[in-house]
């Protein structure tokens, strides 16, 4: 099995348009593009303050080689929205995308390429990635898996919805990190990244609450950076 070629593996979880957050979590990391590797576990947008300041950062990082950047379940009510509409669509208004809207609506202003390049953008993410590393296979995903189905038949909806089905039922040997479930929620007052006894690590760290973090993780060493 090939051996790790990667100084880091790092993953970064979800940022919600905190992106002073971002910036301060991103200067600690210290990432080297040639010989790091990067995932970004989805859900840049929506709730924050800066949200198209995240999603362009996101988008412009995804150009790079050694970088991943998932899709969440807030880039894909956004996809919906412009995309089909209706009741679909109308979900993401009221889940934060008000904010994203706003913002998004004063770029393409600026700039007509906009819509078309952030809409290609989020059609283009993957919903995971999966990993071989030093004979231990990890899965990156923004919500978590169905553990009743193997990975290649996972659904949409659990891919980025899922949660205590997940947390509780998942049995499998690959390493799961994942998003989308504030650790606060699980743990009360808990902005920091949890591992779950059945290999499940949770690196939503509440980045749009008071006193929410964005968290990044290396996966060779399990050191882990946050936001100021």
């Given at each position: 099995?090939?051996?790790?070629?990667?100084?880091?593996?790092?993953?970064?979880?979800?940022?919600?348009?905190?992106?002073?957050?971002?910036?301060?979590?991103?200067?600690?990391?210290?990432?080297?593009?040639?010989?790091?590797?990067?995932?970004?576990?989805?859900?840049?947008?929506?709730?924050?303050?800066?949200n198209m300041r995240c999603f362009r950062w996101a988008m412009e990082m995804s150009e790079k080689p050694n970088v991943i950047a998932l899709r969440g379940n807030h880039e894909q009510m956004m996809l919906y929205y412009y995309a089909l509409g209706g009741t679909e669509g109308y979900i993401w208004l009221p889940n934060g995308g008000d904010k994203t809207k706003a913002e998004f609506e004063a770029w393409q202003k600026k700039d007509p390429t906009a819509f078309?390049?952030?809409?290609?953008?989020?059609?283009?993410?993957?919903?995971?990635?999966?990993?071989?590393?030093?004979?231990?296979?990890?899965?990156?995903?923004?919500?978590?898996?169905?553990?009743?189905?193997?990975?290649?038949?996972?659904?949409?909806?659990?891919?980025?919805?899922?949660?205590?089905?997940?947390?509780?039922?998942?049995?499998?040997?690959?390493?799961?990190?994942?998003?989308?479930?504030?650790?606060?929620?699980?743990?009360?007052?808990?902005?920091?990244?949890?591992?779950?006894?059945?290999?499940?690590?949770?690196?939503?760290?509440?980045?749009?609450?008071?006193?929410?973090?964005?968290?990044?993780?290396?996966?060779?060493?399990?050191?882990?950076?946050?936001?100021?």
């Amino acid at each position: 099995m090939e051996k790790n070629k990667y100084r880091r593996i790092l993953v970064i979880g979800d940022m919600h348009g905190k992106f002073s957050r971002l910036l301060s979590l991103f200067h600690k990391i210290n990432f080297d593009e040639r010989q790091d590797f990067l995932i970004l576990l989805g859900d840049y947008i929506d709730r924050g303050e800066e949200n198209m300041r995240c999603f362009r950062w996101a988008m412009e990082m995804s150009e790079k080689p050694n970088v991943i950047a998932l899709r969440g379940n807030h880039e894909q009510m956004m996809l919906y929205y412009y995309a089909l509409g209706g009741t679909e669509g109308y979900i993401w208004l009221p889940n934060g995308g008000d904010k994203t809207k706003a913002e998004f609506e004063a770029w393409q202003k600026k700039d007509p390429t906009a819509f078309q390049r952030a809409l290609e953008f989020i059609n283009k993410r993957p919903y995971y990635h999966q990993m071989f590393v030093n004979g231990e296979e990890y899965i990156f995903v923004h919500a978590g898996l169905n553990p009743k189905k193997p990975l290649e038949e996972q659904e949409e909806e659990d891919l980025l919805w899922i949660r205590e089905k997940f947390y509780n039922g998942y049995k499998g040997t690959a390493n799961i990190i994942c998003g989308h479930t504030p650790t606060p929620f699980i743990k009360r007052d808990w902005y920091y990244p949890i591992r779950l006894h059945n290999k499940i690590t949770l690196m939503d760290t509440g980045s749009f609450m008071k006193n929410g973090k964005i968290s990044c993780i290396d996966i060779l060493t399990d050191k882990i950076w946050q936001s100021d």
